[in-house]
């Protein structure tokens, strides 16, 4: 069976999701899959008499370009629920970043939001022109057990030239030494083993793409993950960021968001999220933290 057996792509003929379109449709080029087409605006364009006959004729334009298996669906008007419907019977949700937050939609966050919250299927927020095949991959780790299950699906998903293994150490655990009273030496040296052993996992975890040691790097970042996500994205130029969602607690959720939605939100490349299990272990079921440093009185 394919890797990627069929492809939902979502579009309001903005310039962000045409983009999001034409790279839908490299896509389903690139792993022999069919595309499927839905209209969804937030607001009614009234200059579009018929969105739906518009989109027939789009999903006509790509399958001629790409030679590919094309179908517009004709559901119309669309909510958020219809899509994630849709999306149960896709392997891959692709959408644009113009969905803005409301008010009215305090609770849910954006449209964007909710999408790559609740989808079972991964999630690729398109923010760039597609002229290519992804050739630079950054994948965002956090050294859980599911970690090797995120870089083998960036792996198969993206065929990269470069990929790139990035950690952030959360800054949480250096703040609660800080409130211990920990000496500054004890936790300048405390940062320095938690990156050495973050280092040595992600190179433990290069063994998990096909090509080991080919074109692969890895980075240690300190801060937000998301945060420290998007700058190395930016740093490295990467052209596609690949990132695993977990089910955040809902006040997490209302007052921050998940890693992975701020990621979606903050990247300037395109970011692909890939739901997790929600019984995956927990980091230090495969990788021990660093041996907190003693408490020292001044």
């Known amino acids: 069976m394919a890797f990627i057996d069929s492809i939902l792509a979502i579009t309001d003929f903005s310039a962000p999701s045409e983009c999001a379109l034409d790279r839908a449709a490299l896509l389903a ?6 595309l499927r087409l839905m ?77 790559v919250r609740e989808s079972r299927c991964p999630v690729l927020v398109v923010r760039q022109a597609a002229s ?16 090797r299950e995120l870089i083998g699906f960036a792996s198969q998903f993206a065929q990269a030239s470069s990929v790139k293994l990035f950690h952030a150490i959360n800054s949480v655990a250096d703040s ?7 000496t500054p030496e004890a936790r300048q040296a405390w940062r320095v083993d938690s990156r050495l052993r973050a280092r040595e996992r992600l190179l433990q975890l290069t063994r998990t793409l096909r090509s080991p040691g080919s074109g692969v790097e890895v980075q240690v970042g300190n801060g937000d993950p998301a945060y420290q996500a998007a700058v190395e994205q930016q740093a490295s130029r990467a052209e596609l960021v690949v990132v695993g969602m977990r089910q955040a607690s809902t006040l997490a959720r209302l007052l921050v968001g998940s890693v992975a939605q701020r990621l979606a939100r903050w990247a300037e490349g395109d970011v692909l999220v890939v739901p997790l299990s929600r019984n995956a272990e927990s980091a230090s079921a495969l990788s021990p933290p660093a041996r907190a440093p003693s408490r020292s009185c001044p």
Do not use: C, M
């Not at 937030?42 to 018929?50: A, F, M, S, V």
């Open 39 to 115: 209209y969804f605006a937030e607001e009614p364009h009234h200059y579009l008499t018929d969105p739906v006959a518009r989109l027939a004729q789009r999903a006509r334009q790509l399958a001629r370009r790409h030679g590919i298996r094309v179908h517009a669906l004709h559901r119309h008007p669309v909510e958020v629920g219809h899509i994630l419907e849709e999306s149960r019977s896709s392997g891959l949700l692709v959408v644009g970043p113009q969905w803005r937050r409301n008010w009215k939609w305090f609770f849910l966050g954006t449209r964007l939001d909710q999408l």
């Open 176 to 182: 609660r030494l800080r409130l211990a009273d920990v």
């Open 132 to 147: 290519r095949d992804y050739a630079d991959v950054l994948v965002a780790v956090d050294l859980s057990p599911r970690s």
């Open 29 to 34: 080029s690139q792993h022999g899959a069919p």
